[in-house]
Antibody, heavy 121, light 109 residues
Framework: EVQLVGSGGGLVKPGGSLRLSCEAS????????MSWLRQAPGKGLEWVSS????????YYGDSVKGRVTISRDNVWNSLYLQMNSLRAEDTAVYYC??????????????WGQGTLVTVSS | SYVLTQPRSLSVAPGRTAIITCGGN??????VHWYQQKPGQAPVLVIY???DRPSGIPERVSGSKSGNTATLTISRVEAGDEADYYC????????????FGTGTKVTVL
């Protein structure tokens, strides 16, 4: 059974940093691209960042570019998101998700349960 | 990047059919995927590549596409179908990003 367990969220002051983690199990982690997405309270889904299976490619959304870094460890089957210079508008539930790009078009076929990040003084 | 437009909300009686649309000017040239998100839960993929169902998704959930509009249809609606639904496309033109629609809240009367 595919499982993605996110952690690392919490309350942080504006300008602070946080590192989110996502532990994967039930599939060959090193074969899949992975992504982080977020959902602000009462709002829709927003893509944050993606990383290819071997970390060769990393992509970032405009709203976080320059402030976050995505990484992964294929030995420990884990995905990470280092978030710096946090702002109030970064307050959201952050989800990790597995990408399925078979057929050349990507979707997110499994999602973690989400971890809440609150940026407030 | 893409803008995907969905109706904000939809109300449907049990046993009837819910039809959710997703419009965008490049939908006709790419695949559309759909997610269901129940309150307090993570999204679940319910349709991929316009019309394919992942294992475990019932046949009464279906997808289609015509021109620049994709449609998610839920037949014989049940109370458990009450959720937010999002369409999604993959944008390779810039940052290989996942672009989501604005979301539709389906209420079962």
């Amino acid at each position: 059974e595919v499982q993605l367990v996110g952690s690392g969220g919490g309350l942080v002051k504006p300008g602070g940093s946080l590192r989110l983690s996502c532990e994967a199990s039930g599939f060959t982690f090193s074969s899949y691209g992975m992504s982080w997405l977020r959902q602000a309270p009462g709002k829709g889904l927003e893509w944050v960042s993606s990383i290819s299976s071997s970390s060769n490619y990393r992509y970032y959304g405009d709203s976080v570019k320059g402030r976050v870094t995505i990484s992964r460890d294929n030995v420990w089957n884990s995905l990470y998101l280092q978030m710096n210079s946090l702002r109030a508008e970064d307050t959201a539930v952050y989800y990790c998700a597995r990408g399925d790009c078979s057929g050349g078009n990507c979707r997110l076929d499994f999602w973690g349960q989400g971890t809440l990040v609150t940026v407030s003084s | 990047s893409y803008v995907l437009t969905q109706p904000r909300s939809l109300s449907v009686a049990p046993g009837r059919t819910a039809i959710i649309t997703c419009g965008g000017n490049k939908i006709g040239s790419t695949s559309v995927h759909w997610y269901q998100q129940k309150p307090g839960q993570a999204p679940v993929l319910v349709i991929y590549n316009d019309r394919d169902r992942p294992s475990g998704i019932p046949e009464r959930v279906s997808g289609s596409k015509s021109g620049n509009t994709a449609t998610l249809t839920i037949s014989r609606v049940e109370a458990g179908d009450e959720a937010d639904y999002y369409c999604q496309v993959w944008d390779t033109s810039s940052d290989h990003s996942y672009v989501f629609g604005t979301g539709t809240k389906v209420t079962v009367l």
